[in-house]
């Protein structure tokens, strides 16, 4: 069982930045992939940003250039920064992690982009 906590959102002017945190219980060295995701409301979860075991990121197109995802793997811990905010960024991120075993989700964090 692989537990995922986010830590990080709040709520920032457009414009802002913010860098969003997942601290992974399982060596995330060997994990097959490890990202964000986020869900608006009213719409349906969408990819925010991966990272591979090899470390090679790939984003959302609405996020690239923005957004930048990185990794501590002494820390088990996944970065999400994010830069030049818009209100259309608003909604829960979560994490998740895929595994030879499955796919795990945090509980989500809130981000919330006020125009």
């Known amino acids: 069982q692989v537990q995922l906590v986010e830590s990080g959102g709040g709520l920032v002017q457009a414009g802002g930045s913010l860098r969003l945190s997942c601290v992974c219980s399982a060596n995330i060295f060997y994990l097959i992939a490890i990202g964000w995701y986020r869900q608006a409301p009213g719409k349906q979860r969408e990819l925010v940003a991966t990272?591979?075991?090899?470390?090679?990121?790939n984003y959302g197109d609405s996020v690239k250039g923005r957004f930048t995802i990185s990794r501590d793997n002494a820390k088990n811990t996944v970065y999400l920064q994010m830069n030049s905010l818009k209100p259309e960024d608003t909604g829960v991120y979560y994490c998740?992690?895929?595994?030879?075993?499955?796919?795990?989700w945090g509980q989500g964090t809130q981000v919330t982009v006020s125009s």
């Open positions: 998740k992690a895929i595994t030879l075993g499955g796919e795990y």
């Open positions: 990272s591979t075991s090899s470390g090679r990121p």
